[in-house]
Every structure is written in structure tokens, then in C-alpha cells.
């Protein structure tokens, strides 16, 4: 890949461009495929907001985290992917958003429903659920998952991905935790995750980059 | 059709005065609980509390920490400062814990998540004994 910096033209400016304005708050970019002064600032500002040197080439580490959609969160009014049109599996556990553990003997059906996607079938919902979840909610759309109440179990599966909203993102802890759950989207501090058994029900969860790492990220072989 | 649409709006706004009356006291709990906050009256936030109180963070691995009053003051300003990702309607966005609570006048239905079990975001309330109290809070790390 050439970089980008002051002076290009083509198409890829233009590209380029077009990924700015959809990362990026503020004033619009025109898009002429002319990398010109307003372009290069825009390139810094983004750089900046996810923690990527800024110094106006828009270069590997640029490109690679603008085609992953990474963006600066920091500001609340910037609205985080909800769903992926190629991953309908999301849309399945968006729908599923607040189905919560119970207390005591009780146990919530639902995550039941969960747990029979696995091999373990576990009959509580007071035993991990993330990677039943993750099970359930391909299945709904015909997808085969690795019928595994283990997180690690993913770490095969399928195909390997890029952090982008609807791939399967295998997660561990500085404490030993390993988590499965749906990659939403990533900011300079934290991992967005969709996934069930994230405060002991089905949300949409902050991981810090403190102390969590991704092990792997990937998607259903069609 | 006129009628039918009428008879469909009286339907929903049955449904909907119904749902209001059955979940009032958890609604009037909510806007002192949410003004308390908002005034920063925390001896009037922990007097709306179930002490000790359960504090856990995202994992069940994690270690669940029960704080008295004592360390109540400390522990209550780390829950409303940390960061949440919320949605509202087609938005996805990040928001404090305090500015979710500001934002929230009204609870709704998918707040319940049992009759005597409300949840907004990383904070829970349970209704004991017929009183509602905070019980529960998540951290995010």
C-alpha cells in the first residue's frame, strides 16, 4: 500500500475521504480524491483519536484502523455500530438484550434454551453462559456453532477475522477469564462486546485494554 | 377503520395506564433515588440501599466485594463515574453511569427484568420486603 499524504490524488484519496467523514465528527470532507490541507488535518485529527501517530499520512496502521471501523468513543454522541449487514447473527442478539440470571433456584428459561446449544446443557443459569449464547444466537440463523460451553472452544472455529462488528471475539483476562462474546467495536481504551453472561445477563459490555486482551477473532465459514 | 383504530388506542392506552400503576412504587423510588443522585445526596442514596452492598465486576470470576456505608461514599462515585454502553433507540453510545441516571426520568418495561427485579445498566434494585433498594452494582473492569 502507498501511503497517502499531502499532494495525492485518485481514487484512493477519495476513499479515503470517505472513510474520514464516516469516522469523524465535525465538518464534512468534500470528496474530490485530492489530498489537500483539510484532508491531511483530518487524517491527524483521526490519528489522534485512536491513539495512532499523528502526522497526516494516512499509512498502514491508518488504513488498517479505518477498514476496521475502529473509532474514537471517547465522545458520547458518537453512535457505535449496532449491527452488521453481513452478520445476522447480531441482529438475533440484539433482540435478546436484557435476558438476566435469576436469583436463588430459579433460573431463567431462556438462558436454559441457551445452555441446550451445548454439549454440557447445563440446567442453571449460574453456570457460564457466553459461549452458549454465542452458539444460540448463530443457530437461529443456521449456523453450526462449536456446541462448546467453553470460550477457548471458539479459538478454531471458523475463520480467523479482523475486529469488526459481528466477528466472534475470544477474550482474556489478566486474572485467568476467558470470554466469548460479539465484537461491536473498539475505541483507544476498551473492547465493545454484545454477549450474554456480561454482568450476569445479555448486554452490550465495556472490556478495558488494561486488562483484557483478544485471543482471536473469527467468523462462520459459509 | 376509525373505530378500529380507536378501539386499538384504548387497548394500548389501557395496557399502558395498567403497566404505570402496577410499577408506580418501583417509579417513585426511582425519581427520589435519581434525584438523590443528581443532588449528590448520598445519605439519601444510602439510606435507598441494601447494605452491605453487592459490588462485582464484569466476569463471574470476579470477586464480589461487600461495602458497608462506611466505604459507601467511595464505591458509589466510582459506579456513577465509570462508563456504560447504553442505547437509545437506533444509537449505540458510551455514557457515565451518572449521566445514564440523569437522563433516565421514566423506567420502562424492559427495565423489569422481574416483577420485583429492575436493572439500569450496572446498577440493580430489587423490591424486599416491599421496599425498593439499590442492591447490586457492576463494574465495567
Known amino acids: ?222 | 377503520m376509525f373505530i378500529r383504530a380507536a378501539a386499538m388506542t384504548l387497548i394500548l392506552l389501557f395496557s399502558v395506564t395498567s403497566y404505570a400503576d402496577d410499577n408506580q412504587e418501583a417509579q417513585t423510588y426511582w425519581s427520589r433515588f435519581r434525584r438523590a443522585v443528581l443532588d449528590h445526596e448520598n445519605e439519601t442514596i444510602a439510606s435507598m440501599t441494601k447494605f452491605p452492598l453487592w459490588v462485582r465486576g464484569t466476569v463471574d470470576g470476579d470477586p464480589v466485594i461487600c461495602y458497608s456505608r462506611k466505604d459507601f461514599d467511595l464505591i458509589l462515585k466510582r459506579l456513577l463515574d465509570q462508563q456504560v454502553v447504553v442505547s437509545d433507540r437506533d444509537r449505540v453510545e458510551i455514557k457515565t453511569m451518572l449521566q445514564v441516571i440523569k437522563d433516565k426520568k421514566q423506567l420502562t418495561s424492559s427495565d423489569f427484568r422481574a416483577p420485583n427485579h429492575v436493572r439500569v445498566e450496572l446498577f440493580r434494585f430489587d423490591k424486599i420486603k416491599g421496599t425498593w433498594l439499590l442492591t447490586r452494582g457492576y463494574l465495567e473492569e
Not at chain 1, 125 to 148: H, K, M, Y
Open chain 1, 1 to 222: 500500500m502507498i501511503p497517502l499524504r499531502i499532494g495525492s490524488r485518485g481514487p484512493e484519496v477519495a476513499r479515503l475521504q470517505v472513510f474520514l467523514n464516516k469516522h469523524l465528527q465535525g465538518p464534512t470532507l468534500k470528496v474530490d480524491a485530492v489530498f489537500g490541507p483539510r484532508t491531511e488535518a483530518a487524517v491527524k485529527r483521526y490519528q489522534a483519536s485512536v491513539g495512532i501517530g499523528a502526522d497526516g499520512i494516512a499509512g498502514v496502521k491508518t488504513w488498517d484502523a479505518l477498514e476496521r471501523g475502529v473509532m474514537d468513543c471517547r465522545d458520547a454522541s458518537h453512535p457505535l455500530p449496532t449491527t452488521s449487514h453481513n452478520a445476522p447473527w447480531l441482529i438475533v442478539a440484539t433482540r435478546e438484550i436484557g435476558q438476566s440470571e435469576l436469583d436463588g433456584a430459579m433460573h431463567n428459561p431462556r438462558i436454559l434454551r441457551y445452555h441446550s446449544t451445548t454439549s454440557l446443557r447445563a440446567t442453571s443459569d449460574e453456570v457460564p453462559w457466553c459461549s452458549a449464547f454465542v452458539n444460540w444466537c448463530l443457530r437461529q440463523v443456521g449456523i453450526a456453532g462449536t456446541n462448546s460451553a467453553a470460550a477457548r472452544s471458539w479459538l478454531h472455529w471458523g475463520k480467523a477475522s479482523v475486529p469488526m462488528a459481528g466477528a466472534i471475539a475470544i477474550m482474556h483476562s489478566d486474572k485467568g477469564d476467558t470470554h466469548v462474546a460479539f465484537s461491536l467495536s473498539e475505541t483507544r481504551d476498551h473492547f465493545v462486546l454484545l454477549g450474554g453472561n456480561q454482568h450476569d445477563e445479555v448486554r452490550r459490555s465495556l472490556y478495558g485494554k488494561r486488562h483484557w486482551q483478544s485471543l482471536g477473532y473469527r467468523w462462520p465459514i459459509h
